[in-house]
């Protein structure tokens, strides 16, 4: 059995769960996944991250506009998702971001929703999970402007300087199935690098699974796959890893995990 660690981030909303989210929930648990962030994306799947989440004590929801869909978001979106925070309570602001990766994307409009939900963020003084793709140095840029409390850089991929800065700034970077490929050698080389302390794990489900899943649909349950090749990388145990990372992102999101407790050799990640 694995030491208890958590999804930080999964979209069991998606459809690609609708036939076996049960299922899928079960086989994770049993795997030894303790918990599950999901993080919304557009404003039509915001009940349905919620209602998943109050189905169990082990699910936590974040809400937010994801950059992908940032021609469907209104400013009706926007008003909507301060009222719904307020009275949710969800354990962040996310999905959200900057994505520079695909051409069709309006960057106005991307830093137009990103900007505002920083502040939002803020206001609530909530944590944000971000979102980005060729574009850390912009987003920490607008960080500056937009200060928040700190977070989770999603499937991070930059570099170390960048991680460094993001760090410094109170976020910790999320690490999946991408480390899992031989072949994502500078992937490897930065969660090698990187401070214990400052790494959360995540499977991005249904999406970016693990090269012994690879062209199928990706689940919570092969999060510890992720945590295996961790523990090749590193010069941590295996059990130092999970506890690790699971105190990270308690602390990070404020999180109730059932069975967690921490251990006498765990301190804060910001002493």
């Not at 900057?98 to 830093?111: G, I, S, T, V, Y």
Request: proline share 5%.
């Amino acid at each position: 059995m694995t030491k208890l660690i958590i999804d930080s981030h999964c979209h069991l909303d998606m459809p690609a769960f609708d036939k076996d989210r049960q299922q899928v929930l079960k086989s994770a648990r049993q795997a030894g996944v303790g918990g599950f962030v999901i993080p919304g994306t557009t404003a039509g799947r915001w009940n349905k991250v919620l209602d998943i989440a109050t189905s169990a004590g082990d699910i936590w929801p974040a809400l937010g506009l994801h950059p992908y869909y940032c021609d469907e978001h209104s400013q009706a979106d926007l008003d909507g998702l301060a009222d719904l925070a307020r009275r949710e309570h969800p354990v962040a602001i996310g999905e959200i971001g900057l994505d520079l990766f695909l051409p069709h994307l309006d960057e106005k409009k991307q830093r137009h929703y990103l900007e505002a939900q920083l502040d939002l963020a803020r206001d609530l003084d909530l944590p944000v999970i971000l979102h980005i793709r060729k574009a850390n140095d912009q987003v920490l840029q607008i960080l500056k402007q937009h200060p928040v409390k700190g977070g989770i850089c999603h499937a991070f991929s930059g570099s170390i300087q960048q991680a460094g800065k993001f760090i410094d700034l109170g976020f910790c970077l999320g690490f999946g199935g991408m480390i899992t490929y031989e072949r994502s050698r500078k992937l490897r080389r930065l969660a090698t690098e990187l401070p214990l302390d400052a790494i959360v794990l995540e499977t991005d489900a249904p999406d970016m699974s693990g090269e012994k899943h690879r062209y199928q649909r990706n689940s919570p349950e092969y999060l510890p796959e992720v945590l295996d090749s961790l523990e090749q990388l590193r010069r941590e145990s295996r059990e130092e890893i999970a506890a690790r990372t699971t105190l990270n992102l308690q602390q990070l999101l404020s999180l109730k995990i059932p069975g967690f407790m921490l251990s006498d050799n765990m301190t804060d990640r910001h002493p």
